[in-house]
Nanobody, 116 residues
């Protein structure tokens, strides 16, 4: 079955940056739009950013627009999320998955903590 492996999270100070990576295997990666999602404690999982199958179209949630950038490398089956100007409200577990139904089995996610 499809495997999603997220990495790159960590502890960062407010205003700092992180780059998240998602390795995708066992699927026709270049045929699928992908997204980054996040879930903070006590909150529902939310969609952060999406990218079309070819990488030509991206969308970002208003809360991260201008600070986060989603990208992908179809040759490497990878999706990335560059996160700049991080603030404590960005603290969450971040996941990648298909943009649209049916979703793939979720990976373990990568924890992002923004704190001084």
């Amino acid at each position: 079955q499809v495997q999603l492996v997220e990495s790159g999270g960590g502890l960062v100070q407010p205003g700092g940056s992180l780059r998240l990576s998602c390795a995708v295997s066992r699927m026709s990666f270049s045929s699928n739009a992908m997204g980054w999602y996040r879930q903070a404690p006590g909150k529902q999982r939310e969609l952060v950013a999406t990218i079309g199958a070819s990488g030509g179209t991206t969308n970002h949630a208003d809360s991260v627009k201008g600070r986060f950038t989603i990208s992908r490398d179809n040759a490497k089956n990878m999706v990335y999320l560059q996160m700049n100007s991080l603030n404590p409200e960005d603290s969450a577990v971040y996941y990648c998955n298909r943009d649209g139904a049916p979703m793939f089995p979720w990976g373990q996610g990568t924890q992002v903590t923004v704190s001084s």
